[in-house]
């Protein structure tokens, strides 16, 4: 399996097709799984990247705190080692906050980024329920049950009414065969927790696509409009009827929106 030693951190990494690069970053808690059935239809215009942020899947889960910038340095230290000089840059969630701190302090590396599920800074009800996850679970509470709580958070209700989706949900993360440690949980949590550069991203002159879920529940609607008026060069797309996880709920248009942006002129 590929893993690269970067100066501070081991990355698990995959590489699928051949063109333009165009790396995936994952979300808090996310592995590479997540872009599973994105590869075989991207793979096929663009050389696709794609890895495991540090405390997550098969990289290493270095001791907290992290922070955003040290997961986008990550980010930046793959790139260089696999001397890749610049991409387009997709991020889910946790991933379009390590996209604005790329864009803002390595702009010459990214072309154009699209934003899945983005928002400025981590809303504080998107925190305390992060934060119970992490009491739940050291609290010995079944891990199905724990789970289960936090579904109505990511997913819209329109999805979850499909019947045996939650259970499906809940056994295909339990069944990961590389589960995340209470050090990966804990420092990716404290690094969404402390990240805000509001005050920056009118600096942010990358191209950027925004694409965001009218049901979102854990990063409302309106953090991602927020978000589009700080940004000088930002386009938001809202999907009705879909919540966080537009990677799961709406592949195919967040495919066909990923490379529409990125053929665009």
């Known amino acids: 399996m590929p893993k690269i030693q970067t100066k501070n951190i081991e990355l698990y990494y995959e590489i699928h097709g051949s063109g333009f690069p165009l790396i995936l970053v994952c979300g808090f808690t996310n592995q590479i799984d997540l872009w599973k059935n ?30 955003i910038d040290q997961l986008a340095d990550d980010t930046i ?8 000089e610049k991409a387009h840059m ?25 934003l899945i599920a983005p928002f400025a ?10 934060r119970s996850m992490s009491k739940l679970f050291g609290a010995g509470v079944d891990p199905a049950l724990a ?18 989706i939650a259970e499906k949900i809940v056994k295909l993360i339990l069944s990961s065969p590389y ?26 002159e990358t ?31 809202a999907i009705p009827k879909v919540g966080h996880m537009l990677p799961i709920e709406c592949q195919d248009l967040v495919i066909g929106e990923i490379d529409a942006f990125c053929q665009s002129k």
Request: no cysteine.
């Open 38 to 67: 994105f590869i075989p239809k991207l793979a096929s215009k663009y050389q696709v990247i794609v890895f495991d942020n540090r405390g997550a899947g098969r990289s290493e889960s270095s001791p907290p705190p992290y922070t």
């Open 90 to 114: 997709v991020g889910f969630s946790m991933g379009t906050l390590i996209l604005q701190s790329i864009a803002h302090r390595h702009a010459e590396k990214i072309v154009k980024g699209v």
């Open 77 to 84: 230290d793959l790139m260089n080692e696999l001397n890749i």
């Open 207 to 237: 191209p950027l696509l925004l694409l965001a879920g009218e049901d979102d529940l854990y990063t409302p609607l309106y953090e991602a409009e927020k978000l589009q008026k700080l940004l000088q060069n930002a386009t938001l797309k």
């Open 147 to 164: 789970l289960e709580t936090m579904l109505p958070w990511v997913y819209s209700s329109e999805f979850l009414s499909t019947p045996q």
């Open 179 to 204: 589960p995340q440690t209470p050090e990966g949980f804990s420092g990716q949590l404290e690094a969404l927790a402390s990240f805000d550069m509001s005050d920056r991203l009118d600096q942010i």
């Open 121 to 130: 800074s981590l809303p504080s009800t998107a925190l305390m329920q992060a």
